[in-house]
C-alpha cells in the first residue's frame, strides 16, 4: 500500500490512496500472479509465443494481468501526459515530480521520443511497486527470524535523534540498518533473474567455458548470492555483520558480486529511488511501532521473476 502511494506520488504527485484505505483492493496478489504465470509460460518457447500472440491480438490478456493499482497508474499517466497537471502537494508546497521533469526533458531533448516518457513512468511505477514489496517482505521476514537484529536497529535509531519524519540523509548514516537491508536483499533479491547480457563478436570465454557469439547470457542473483565463497560458511543465513566486516578486500569482493540492483555496467536506474522509499518506510515504522512478525519458513520462496516469500504476517503496534 505505502509503495503504491509512494510511488504514486513522486512520479506523478498524486496518490493512490491505498494507506488510507487500508487496503490495496487486490493489487499484490493479482501482480504475483502476473508474473508467475509469466514465469510457466517463459519456460516453453511455443507456449511465449502463443502468450506474446494473445497479448498482440486481444486485450483479454491485458485485462486479467492489470490489478488495480495498475489500471489506476495507467490512467494517472495517460492524465498527466494530456494536459492534466499534478495534484496540489499536501504539504503546500510547489509540486515537483519526475513526470514533469521527463515532460521537460522531452521538449528540450531532440532524440527523446514522446511515448518514452509514459513507458518510463509506468515501467517505473510497475516494477518498482513489485520490488518493494518483495525486498520488504525479505527485510520483515529475517527480522522476525531475528530479533536480535530487530532490536539493534531500533537502537540505532533512537540514539541518532532522527528528525521525524526522519531524512533520507540521516538515515544513510546508519550503517546496521543499511546492512540490515542489504542482507535481506542478498537473501531473497527482488528479482530471481537479471537483465541479460549479449556475448559480442568473436564469443567470450567464462569462467573455462567458451560461449559463442549472440548468445544472451544471464546470471541468477538468488545463486550468486549464496555462493560461500564469496559471502563466507554462513551465506544461507541473515547476518547483517558480514557488511560491517573490517576486512575491506572481502567487503569490496561481496559488493562486486552483489546482483540486487543489476550488474555492474548497468544498475537499475530506479535504485536510489527505491532506497529513498525503503529506508524511510522501514525506519518509520520501528521508530514509531512494535512490530510483531511471524514467519512460518516451512513454506519456500516462490521462485518466479519476482521473488516472494508467503507465511509472513506481522502486526504493528503503535509504541
Known amino acids: 500500500m505505502y509503495g503504491c502511494d509512494a510511488l504514486g506520488e513522486m512520479l506523478l504527485s498524486k496518490r493512490s490512496h491505498y494507506v488510507d484505505q487500508g487496503h490495496d483492493q487486490g493489487s499484490y496478489y493479482v501482480d504475483w500472479r502476473k508474473w508467475w504465470v509469466r514465469t510457466v509460460v517463459g ?71 514522446p511515448q518514452w516518457t509514459g513507458q518510463w513512468l509506468l515501467v517505473s511505477g510497475i516494477a518498482g511497486n513489485s520490488t518493494l514489496v518483495s525486498t520488504s517482505l525479505s527485510f520483515f521476514a529475517n527480522l522476525a527470524a531475528r530479533p536480535d537484529v530487530q532490536g539493534r536497529i531500533v537502537s540505532e535509531l533512537e540514539t541518532a535523534r532522527l528528525s521525524k519524519p526522519p531524512k533520507f540523509t540521516e538515515l544513510l548514516d546508519l550503517p546496521y540498518l543499511d546492512a540490515s537491508v542489504k542482507e535481506a536483499m ?29 548468445t544472451d547470457v544471464d546470471a541468477n542473483p538468488y545463486v550468486v548470492h549464496r555462493n560461500p565463497d564469496v559471502f563466507g560458511a554462513d551465506a544461507e543465513e541473515y547476518n547483517p555483520d558480514r557488511w560491517l566486516t573490517d576486512d575491506d578486500e572481502r567487503r569490496r569482493l561481496m559488493q562486486q558480486n552483489f546482483l540486487a540492483w543489476g550488474g555492474r555496467s548497468r544498475p537499475c536506474p530506479g535504485q536510489y529511488l527505491a532506497e529513498l522509499i525503503i529506508f524511510k518506510l522501514y525506519a518509520t515504522l520501528l521508530m514509531n511501532f512494535d512490530p510483531k512478525i511471524e514467519w512460518d519458513v516451512a513454506k519456500e520462496p516462490i521462485a518466479s521473476v519476482i521473488t516472494t516469500i508467503p507465511g509472513v504476517t506481522a502486526t504493528f503496534r503503535p509504541k
Open 43 to 113: 519456460q516453453s518457447q511455443i507456449a511465449t509465443s502463443t502468450y506474446q500472440f494473445l497479448r498482440r491480438t486481444t486485450p483479454l490478456v491485458e485485462l486479467l494481468e492489470s490489478d488495480q493499482y495498475t489500471l489506476w497508474l495507467k490512467t494517472s499517466v495517460m492524465g498527466r501526459l494530456t494536459g492534466a497537471g499534478p495534484e496540489e502537494s499536501p504539504h503546500g508546497e510547489a509540486s515537483s515530480d519526475l513526470a514533469g521533469d521527463l515532460i521537460l526533458l522531452q521538449q528540450k531533448k531532440t532524440g527523446w521520443l
Open 186 to 214: 542478498r537473501l531473497y533479491p527482488a528479482l530471481f533473474i537479471g537483465l541479460p547480457r549479449t556475448v559480442p563478436a568473436g564469443g567470450a570465454t567464462i569462467d573455462g567455458y567458451h560461449v559463442p557469439a549472440g
